[in-house]
């Protein structure tokens, strides 16, 4: 307040007063001054600092003067959303001069956030043709996202994503994205950018067949031995070129499995893929060799040493070859008997070159020990030819009770003490058992693969066991004792193996597989093999029963059965074979 004095009076008639002054007070009261908060913009994810000057004054007088405000509000961090906004401006705090003269009136004003821009991108694709592409909402970019929010998913969807759709030879095919999904997105100005999905030539996978072969035989693809992964409906793969070193005939087993290499494809549509080539595997397996022992004859007494070589071989193939072999025989040494014989000749460890390409079968062969006596030598009679006989022989048989006398009854006639094989017969017999059972021989050599033609291998086997039991049934009567009925044993065993035909081919007629069908020729071969198996043993047991008064006759005759044996032993080595096959 101020003190207010009368310093001079005027008026009229003033002379008539006593005057006195009272002083007076002035007080001046505070001005309203307005101040008006400018209103503000700001992009959301942005952090905003006022300086203190965004304001408009209205009232100030004088030289007076408001120079700052402290402005705030709450939309200013970076994270204030926009779903808030418009946030008020606040002020306080003011500098200036002379402002004790005023009542600040703050009129506050507005912060407006905006959304930031942001953009979600589809990611581009490709496809194989012939494939279906099953989007996850999670296959885009995302550009312009601020704070902790985020795009968790979006929808996406193409027209080239089926598993039909066309092939475009490079064109791509819109991917529309749509409704996007995360926190905070409210924030943003969202612009949706569309992706390419290209559908590409597809993979093709080629993959070569394994293959197996057996060793010394050539192999020939035809090109359709592969299988393919990723072919659409409508093309095709129609051949390939196929190659490999184990095709080759020479191919070692050992240096398997070979790789078979597929290239050049031919077929329909394949343009539209990617090929892959994938190797296969060719695989030589050993090949079936026989190894037998050849049959061998010595006098009983002698001792026969093996130089290795005495041996027959079935199978050998390309340049491979059986040098040597070990080989023994209990009939070998000086003291074997020839009443123990015959004896088996084993055949041990093999040697040679390339034998490892073979799953070696070895048959023994037959030892005879023969005991044959050199006959003295007769001198002739003097007086020049004539006929010596034998003296009749009078034997004396006695009855009991024939006559009071004591029953002896007399009589006389000639004999020999039973009928017995000459030398020269028994040799004959033999020479016709050989040629018989070469004739076995080479016809069962002859009747071919049982694998390829089942029936008519069984039919072989059976009609060259029926050939060779008639050609010994001719010459029965002159067969050495214990033999005569050799041809009866052989039949039994042809029998044996048309029963195994028989059965096998009930079977094969509801067998639904090759490799079914494999078994069952394998267990008919098998079970022939057992029919023969038998008759030799038969046959075995049969020489042992030889007999013959002259040591020379009796050896021929027991190489006669040794004969037959060494005939079944080729049968049986060829059925071998078979089953190896």
């Known amino acids: 307040t101020y003190p207010v004095a009368v310093e001079t009076i005027e008026g009229t008639g003033l002379g008539n007063y006593a005057i006195s002054f009272v002083q007076g007070q002035l007080r001046v009261v505070p001005r309203t001054l307005d101040v008006e908060i400018d209103d503000a913009t700001k992009v959301y994810g942005e952090e905003t600092v006022f300086d203190g000057t965004e304001f408009t004054v209205i009232g100030l007088i004088n030289e007076d003067t408001l120079t700052t405000l402290t402005i705030k509000s709450e939309g200013q961090p970076a994270e204030a959303p926009v779903a808030d906004s418009p946030y008020l401006l606040d002020a306080g705090d003011p500098v200036g001069t ?119 035989t050539e192999f020939t693809f035809d090109g359709t031995e592969f299988t393919v992964v990723g072919l659409a409906e409508g093309d095709s793969v129609d051949s390939v070129t196929l190659n490999s070193d184990g095709a080759a005939g020479t191919a070692q087993v050992a240096d398997g499995p070979f790789a078979i290499i597929a290239s050049d494809a031919v077929g329909t549509g394949l343009d539209k893929y990617t090929l892959i080539f994938a190797d296969g595997s060719f695989t030589v397996v050993p090949a079936p060799l026989t190894v037998t022992a050849d049959n061998q004859i010595k006098q009983q007494g002698q001792e026969f040493t093996f130089t290795g070589t005495e041996f027959t071989t079935a199978g050998l193939l390309n340049a491979d070859s059986v040098d040597n072999a070990v080989l023994s ?62 003296p009749r022989d009078n034997i004396t048989i006695s009855f009991p009770g024939s006559d009071a006398e004591g029953g002896n009854v007399q009589g006389s006639g000639s004999g020999s003490g039973g009928p017995q094989q000459s030398l020269g017969d028994a040799q004959s017999t033999l020479a016709v058992v050989d040629a018989a059972s070469t004739e076995l021989e080479t016809a069962i050599q002859s009747c071919g693969s049982a694998d390829q033609d089942f029936t008519n291998y069984m039919a072989c086997l059976s009609e060259s066991l029926d050939t060779y039991s008639n050609a010994l049934d001719q010459i029965a009567s002159d067969m050495p004792s214990g033999l005569e009925t050799v041809s009866a044993t052989i039949r039994t065993a042809r029998d044996g193996v048309n029963a195994a035909a028989a059965r096998a081919q009930r079977r094969l007629a509801g067998a639904t597989s090759e490799a079914e069908r494999r078994a069952i020729r394998r267990d008919a071969v098998t079970e022939a093999r057992g029919a023969i198996n038998a008759a030799q043993e038969e046959i075995r047991k049969a020489i042992t029963l030889i007999r013959a008064d002259d040591p020379e006759v009796a050896a021929v005759q027991r190489n006669t059965g040794a004969r037959i044996i060494q005939a079944f032993d080729t049968v049986d080595s060829e059925l071998a074979r078979a089953v190896e096959l």
């Open 98 to 216: 002379g402002l004790s003269n005023y009542v600040l009136n703050v009129v506050p004003g507005e912060l407006t956030v905006t959304p930031a821009p942001l953009t979600i991108t589809a990611d581009d694709q490709n496809k194989p043709f012939g494939t279906e592409f099953i989007f996850e909402g999670t296959e885009f970019t995302v550009t312009g996202l601020l704070n902790d929010d985020r795009v968790d998913s979006a929808t996406l969807s193409s027209d080239a994503a089926v598993a039909d759709a066309p092939f475009t030879d490079g064109e791509g095919v819109a991917i529309l994205i749509t409704d996007p999904e995360g926190e905070g997105l409210d924030n943003y100005e969202i612009t949706l950018v569309n992706g390419i999905m290209i559908i590409a030539p597809g993979n093709l996978t080629i993959t070569a067949n394994d293959q197996t072969k057996v060793y010394g």
């Open 329 to 390: 025989s209990d009939g070998a040494a000086a003291e074997a008997q020839a009443d123990d014989s015959p004896f088996d000749i084993v055949v041990g460890d093999v040697s040679g070159t390339g034998l490892s390409n073979y799953n070696i079968a070895t048959v023994n062969g037959v030892f005879t020990v023969d005991n044959i006596i050199t006959p003295p030598t007769i001198n002739p009679i003097p007086g020049g030819n004539s006929t010596v006989t034998n």
